[in-house]
Every structure is written in structure tokens, then in C-alpha cells.
Antibody
């Protein structure tokens, strides 16, 4: 059974940093692209970033470019999101998701971790 | 402001058929496949339809998807109380090289 478990969320001040983790199990992690998707309180879903199976390709949504970094440790079966220069508008539940590429879709999701950016 | 446009709400009575629309552009729906996700209250999203009209195993055939041009729709027949949830359409966007979502449609079963 595919399992994705996020951790690392919490309260951080504007301008601060946070690192989210996603522990994967139940599948061969190194064979899959992975993504982060977020959801602000009471709002819809927003794709944040993707990373290729081997970590060689990364893409980001414009509002987080230059501030967030997605990474993947295939030896540890873990996905990460390093978030710097955090803003109030980054407040959201962050979901880790497995990305199928052909055809494309997010086929498994974690339970999410809440990031709150506030002074 | 979401890239894909969905109605904010929809409703129906048990047993009815409801449809939810999703409108995009040539850089997303017009050139890529569409997925639909169901988010029950307080839970993570779950894929309901992928590749425009394919159901993952375990998804009842009451749920169906279609796409035409730059629009897509999700149909739910034989509406049940447990279908009350938020529904999101999504497409790959060539210009972003990433996924775009609709703003979500809250389905109420009356």
C-alpha cells in the first residue's frame, strides 16, 4: 500500500524558513516523479513544485520560484520542500503527492502538514 | 484567481444526476488531459477521474468524465449523500510546465 506521510509544518514568522519532509513507503520511490501541492485555509488546491525520479529536473509555480527548493533522497525514500523567505500568503496545508506522468495525474496523496506564517 | 474555471457550488437530491464544468485554455485543457479530484471534508484529495474519462480502480462507475476542446465536465449519476464533497478539475499547463487546478466546486446533496 502506498503511504505518504508529511511532517515539518508549524508556525513561522514572516521571512523565516521551514523544511517539510514526506516519508514514502509501499512503492519504489526512485521510479516516480513527486510533487508538492498546497491548499490555503478555505481555498482551493495549488500545485507548488515537481521533481523528476532522479532529482535532475525541478519545476515550480511562479510565486515560490527563488524561495522554495524541492529535493528528493531516493536512498531515504524521502521528499523535501525547503521554504525560505516565507510570506503570509504561503500559509496553507502542504500535501506531498506521487505524480504519474503518462498519462499525468496525482495518484496518491499524503494527509498534509499545516504551515502558518504569522507574527 | 484559478487558471481553470469551475462553478463554486452545485447541488442535487439523492438519485439525481449532476454535472460540474471546468473551463480552461489551449495551453492546458486544450492540449492536455484532464483529471478530477474529490476532497471529502477534512481529508486529502483523491483522484476520481484521470486522462479525461478513466476511473482508477475502486471508483464507482457513477462517476464519469468528458472533455471537448478547452472544456471538461464531471458527471455524477445516482447521487448519494456520501458524494457531498469539494471537486477539483486539473490539467497540465504547457506554459507553466506544471499542473493547474480549478477553484473547486462544493457539491451539496439536498
Amino acid at each position: 500500500e502506498v503511504q505518504l506521510v508529511e511532517s515539518g509544518g508549524g508556525l513561522v514568522q514572516p521571512g523565516g524558513s521551514l523544511r517539510l519532509s514526506c516519508a514514502a513507503s509501499g512503492f519504489t520511490f526512485s521510479d516516480y516523479w513527486m510533487s508538492w501541492v498546497r491548499q490555503a485555509p478555505g481555498k482551493g488546491l495549488e500545485w507548488v513544485a515537481n521533481i523528476k525520479e532522479d532529482g535532475s529536473e525541478k519545476t515550480y509555480v511562479d510565486p515560490v520560484k527563488g524561495r522554495f527548493t524541492i529535493s528528493k533522497d531516493n536512498a531515504e525514500n524521502s521528499l523535501y520542500l525547503q521554504m525560505n523567505s516565507l510570506r503570509a500568503e504561503d500559509t496553507a496545508v502542504y500535501y506531498c503527492a506521487r505524480l504519474r506522468r503518462s498519462p499525468w495525474y496525482f495518484d496518491s496523496w499524503g494527509q498534509g502538514t499545516l504551515v502558518t506564517v504569522s507574527s | 484567481q484559478s487558471v481553470l474555471t469551475q462553478p463554486p457550488s452545485a447541488s442535487g437530491t439523492p438519485g439525481q444526476r449532476v454535472t460540474i464544468s471546468c473551463s480552461g485554455s489551449s495551453s492546458n485543457i486544450g492540449s492536455k488531459t484532464v483529471n478530477w479530484y474529490q476532497q471529502l471534508p477534512g481529508t486529502a484529495p483523491k483522484v476520481l477521474i484521470y486522462s479525461n474519462n478513466q476511473r482508477p480502480s475502486g471508483v464507482p462507475d457513477r462517476f464519469s468524465g468528458s472533455k471537448s476542446g478547452t472544456s471538461a465536465s464531471l458527471a455524477i449519476s445516482g447521487l448519494q449523500s456520501e458524494d457531498e464533497a469539494d471537486y477539483y478539475c486539473a490539467a497540465w499547463d504547457n506554459s507553466l510546465n506544471g499542473a493547474v487546478f480549478g477553484g473547486g466546486t462544493k457539491l451539496t446533496v439536498l
